[in-house]
């Protein structure tokens, strides 16, 4: 099973810039899709994007879309999640998350490794 560990996360006022980052263990990376998540206080954990092995065909949630941007670089086992024109919404702690072969790639249980979490606060 594959290992995750996400930083990146901080305090940034609204309208700001933040990147996060998933380093993964082991040597089929490659071969997962990778997903970020968050959960904010109170609410349920919701999909944020993903990207699929190579072509990387890349997915987004519609609060998020055109704001964030999602990538791999499969030679440094790594994930990140370019956070851009942030908003007190965006608030949360946001999970890493590695799938095999997910056919729904919003959905939780389509994933099979989970980071512990890096939290994001967007001041207004």
């Known amino acids: 099973q594959v290992q995750l560990v996400e930083s990146g996360g901080g305090l940034v006022q609204a309208g700001g810039s933040l990147r996060l980052s998933c380093a993964a263990s082991g040597r089929t990376f490659s071969s997962y899709t990778m997903g970020w998540f968050r959960q904010a206080p109170g609410k349920e954990r919701e999909f944020v994007a993903a990207i699929r092995m190579s072509p990387g065909s890349t997915y987004y949630a519609d609060s998020v879309k055109g704001r964030f941007t999602i990538s791999r670089d499969n030679a440094k086992n790594t994930v990140y999640l370019q956070m851009n024109s942030l908003k007190p919404e965006d608030t949360a702690v946001y999970y890493c998350?590695?799938?095999?072969?997910?056919?729904?790639?919003?959905?939780?249980?389509?994933?099979?490794?989970w980071g512990q979490g890096t939290q994001v606060t967007v001041s207004s």
């Open positions: 998350a590695a799938g095999r072969f997910p056919t729904r790639v919003a959905v939780r249980d389509e994933y099979d490794g």
